[in-house]
């Protein structure tokens, strides 16, 4: 195996993953199924709620008792429960339907992430720290209904779950018209503070809770002058992305470590940014990580972070809709963080009021670019949320 | 032979660590939901399998089972099953019209 490898300078661990025939067949349905759950189930919901639940709370409009009495009167409801079932079930196939090819790649995946870990070809880094304390909350369960989630290791310099948590992803957003590419969010992020900070050149760019880096890559093509890390407190997605960071040559560096306190000194990054992080994580946790993302920014330092749109922006019926997984996908943070508002967030933290920013944003690559350029002149709204824009919040740091 | 540090021996988990939320009244029903959804997706993985030999077939006049696992469908290919998985869904999940109306067409 050693001298196989020595041959090529950057194995490609994603290459190592082949499922067969009827495996890649499985897969291929199983994104249709959730595509089933997730558009055509879920408007027969709406419409059903349309119809015959919101004239009986007095109205869309402003129903009686707002997203949680949607909640209550949808329970029942056949359209609610069989929405809520084949969307369960298909997440939950997303992993099962990855796990056994790699459970016969992982002897040469994690062959190929020690190799490329010790010699750096790329450049970057990977820093491991086996002594981090996990936070309790990081291991009570399997968000995502991922089995194992980013968390689990089964032998020494493990990747299971780093390769489970992205190719599951992938059967995940196989038929999702704006996640099919790793990667968008980050490229969105990157292009809209091109535009609204156009005299910020990172020296340094930070992405917490990063796992394998998807929504980091992107980073580096657009702050080529940047020094790109991503920190995560789980080893095993760490060693992933680090190995298909390298196979891809990007000079990144991983470190696991907490974003509550990280080893980074004060003012050390011009950039900061997440994606899809804050509403897994207990309210107390996300205060600490604005106040060290506060801490680590340097002034007129920018962070930015995608998140879910808090309660405010959202209609009752969204709220009920999106708050769906807060006990049915394993994330048990999630409505406690959407009732939050994220400015006030970002000033708790010792942002200035006035520097503090939330939005939509478009996504890049189906939105194009002349449609941007009217977008930052404000000529155009951004779509909404997950259906071709993303919400992002943030602030400068003067 | 069961090295705990053996990267081969590993067996992923397959069950999910977190409170199972229950859908419907009878939680029977639940777990009979997981059968048909999973027993859905094995029909529609045969029906693949098949499409692979018809055009195999169709191509070489014969087919051999290493040349139907090594078979890699192209664009074209997947496009046309992909509309074809998006209506046998639509087809085996038809909601009752009454509780809840079907699928919106688009």
């Given amino acids: 195996m050693a001298a196989r490898l020595e041959e090529s300078p950057a194995g490609n661990i994603e290459a190592l993953y082949r499922p067969t025939h009827d495996e890649r067949a499985r897969q291929r349905a199983v994104s249709m199924l959730r595509k089933h759950a997730i558009i055509d189930l879920r408007e027969a919901m709406r419409a059903d709620y349309e119809a015959r639940v919101a004239p009986a709370l007095g109205g869309q409009g402003q129903p009686r008792g707002g997203w949680k009495a949607i909640e209550a009167a949808m329970c029942p409801r056949p359209s609610y429960r069989f929405y809520s079932t084949v969307r369960y079930n298909a997440q939950e196939m997303c992993y099962l339907a990855v796990q056994p090819a790699i459970e016969r790649a992982l002897p040469a995946m994690i062959d190929v992430a020690r190799d490329l870990a010790r010699r750096c070809p790329a450049g970057g880094s990977l820093t491991l720290d086996p002594g981090l304390a996990m936070p309790r909350y990081s291991q009570a369960l399997d968000v995502h209904l991922t089995p194992g989630w980013v968390y689990r290791e089964y032998v020494p310099d493990d990747v299971a779950q780093g390769a489970v948590v992205s190719f599951g992803g992938k059967v995940f957003t196989g038929q999702h018209p704006y996640r099919r590419n790793r990667g968008a969010v980050a490229e969105s992020i990157g292009y809209w503070v091109r535009q609204r900070f156009p005299s910020l050149r990172p020296r340094r760019l930070l992405d917490i809770g990063t796992t394998s880096g998807g929504n980091l890559f992107p980073h580096v093509a657009t702050f080529p002058e940047a020094e790109a890390h991503g920190i995560d407190i789980s080893a095993p997605v760490l060693r992933f992305g680090h190995a298909i960071a390298q196979h891809a040559g990007l000079p990144v560096h991983f470190s696991q470590q907490n974003a509550e306190r990280t080893s980074f000194p004060d003012g050390h990054f011009d950039l900061i940014v997440s994606s899809f992080f804050f509403h897994e994580i207990p309210l107390r946790s996300t205060r600490a990580v604005l106040r060290e993302c506060h801490r680590l920014l340097a002034p007129g330092g920018v962070m930015v972070h995608m998140e879910l749109p808090d309660e405010a922006s959202m209609s009752d019926y969204g709220n009920f809709f999106w708050n769906w997984d807060t006990r049915n996908n394993n994330e048990p943070w999630y409505t406690a963080y959407r009732e939050q508002d994220p400015l006030a967030l970002c000033a708790g933290a010792g942002f200035g009021a006035a520097d503090c920013f939330k939005l939509l944003i478009p996504d890049l690559q189906s939105f194009g670019a002349d449609r941007y350029a009217r977008f930052m002149r404000g000529e155009i709204a951004a779509p909404p949320h997950g259906g071709g824009g993303w919400f992002v919040f943030g602030a400068q740091k003067r | ?106």
Avoid: C
Avoid at chain 2, 48 to 76: M, N
């Fill in chain 2, 1 to 106: 032979m069961n090295d705990p540090h053996d990267p081969s021996a590993v067996m992923l988990p397959r069950q999910t660590k977190g409170k199972r939320p229950q859908f419907f009244d009878d939680p029977a029903i639940d777990q009979v939901m997981t059968f048909v959804v999973e027993l859905a997706t094995e029909l529609a993985v045969v029906r693949t399998r098949l499409d692979t030999v018809e055009r195999l077939l169709d191509e070489h006049g014969s087919v051999t089972r290493a040349a139907i696992d090594a078979y890699e469908a192209g664009p074209g290919v997947e496009a046309e099953r992909d509309a074809w998985l998006a209506g046998y869904f639509r087809r085996v999940l038809r909601m009752h019209a009454g509780e809840a109306p079907g699928p919106i067409e688009s």
